[in-house]
């Protein structure tokens, strides 16, 4: 489980007959698997790194 914040609203499509809806702003908890979708989907928000960070 990861939790992830979006940018902007996502459709999820798990199979060619179930879509998932996530609005702008959401945040929560969810698989890896669907973390991992999200991010190549480039719809999570962007974190940005510190100078200490790099």
């Known amino acids: 489980m ?7 609203a996502w459709r999820d499509r798990i199979d060619p007959v ?5 609005p702008a702003a959401w ?3 969810v698989s890896n698997d669907r973390a991992d979708r999200a991010k190549r989907a480039g ?10 960070e790099d």
């Open 2 to 8: 990861k939790t992830i914040t979006l940018a902007r």
């Open 18 to 22: 179930t879509v998932e809806e996530y």
């Open 27 to 29: 945040s929560g908890a």
């Open 43 to 52: 719809v999570l928000v962007v974190e940005k790194k510190t100078e200490a």
